[in-house]
């Protein structure tokens, strides 16, 4: 009798999320047993029909419950986390989760025995950021490396894909605005497609050579924040004047959007919106893990279509 094959289990945090749906298919691709480790276990359970019956399982761990995060670990080959938050609804998320949280999931995976551990940071994560979130994320970082030395992590540019808060909202403010106000239009960004960054987070899992390396993750082309409204309006058909918002405005609109439950932009946002988005020269990057970028110009304007008026569809640009 041929001995029965031990299939690997993976355990992703943030799973249910934008990437994390993308991540989690890839890995029941390959055979994983995949547990999804959630806040909301029930909002995970759409995943499970992306996998065999029982391969794909949701579970309650966030990683600021360190019991929790223990027990989605346990028995895990591979560790991934995903968990990142662009606003805090509480003052101290952002350390919390993203700084605090990625340490015990690295410390927690390590004294666990995991294999590998996948961490998805950001391009501009640094202890010396002007803005909470790019601290929390460079804390973040360097709580992984304490912990888990050979970690491998991932910093993408801006992430882009069917069900983004991207490219999508912006078309949806296209169809709504009489203008499109930019902030920061001259500010640099490399847009990566989400497909992508998800096949970056497989390689890392499996290649040999990826172990205590960091990837600064970009799409074949830097885009200026205004490059990417001109792109939305002419892949919607929407025919808007681009309005350069004043930078007092433009905190005042922060300030009051922060009373709101999900703000549409906050004053954090803003400090970052002030540093270029884009791969260092030289950094390791999809190249380096056997990946070929998509373009914006080869997937956006498919999933942007319906905001066309009456929602026809026009062939993609040029990618």
Do not use: C
């Not at 759409?46 to 929790?68: C, E, K």
């Amino acid at each position: 009798m041929r001995a029965s094959t031990v299939r690997k289990v993976a355990t992703v945090f943030g799973g249910s999320g934008f990437l994390g749906r993308y991540v989690v298919r890839r890995l029941a691709q390959e055979d994983y047993v995949v547990r999804i480790a959630v806040t909301d276990p029930a909002g995970a359970r759409f995943l499970q029909t992306q996998g065999r019956v029982g391969q794909i399982v949701p579970l309650a761990a966030s990683v600021a419950d360190a019991g929790a995060v223990g027990r989605a670990v346990a028995g895990a080959d591979l560790v991934v986390n995903l968990v990142g938050i662009l606003h805090e609804r509480q003052a101290g998320d952002f350390r919390r989760l993203q700084a605090e949280g990625a340490g015990t999931v690295a410390r927690l995976a390590a004294e666990a025995g995991a294999e590998r551990l996948v961490h998805v940071s950001a391009i501009g994560a640094d202890r010396a950021s002007p803005s909470a979130y790019g601290r929390s994320k460079g804390e973040g970082e360097a709580a992984v490396r304490a912990a888990f030395p050979k970690a491998v992590i991932l910093r993408p540019s801006l992430v882009f894909g069917p069900e983004d808060q991207l490219f999508n909202r912006f078309a949806g403010l296209a169809r709504m605005l009489p203008v499109m106000p930019v902030i920061a239009g001259d500010t640099r960004f490399q847009p990566v497609y989400v497909g992508d960054v998800a096949e970056a987070v497989l390689a890392a899992a499996l290649r040999e050579d990826a172990p205590g390396r960091t990837y600064e993750l970009g799409g074949p082309r830097v885009m200026r924040f205004r490059d990417l409204l001109r792109l939305v309006l002419d892949v919607t058909g929407h025919r808007r004047r681009l309005w350069d918002m004043p930078m007092g405005l433009a905190r005042l609109q922060a300030r009051l959007g922060e009373l709101l439950p999900t703000p549409p932009l906050t004053r954090d946002q803003l400090l970052m919106l002030g540093q270029d988005n884009v791969a260092a020269a030289g950094a390791p990057g999809l190249a380096d893990l056997g990946i070929t970028p998509k373009s914006v110009e080869a997937v956006v304007p498919a999933y942007l279509a319906r905001f066309r008026p009456g929602g026809g569809r026009r062939p993609a640009l040029a990618g």
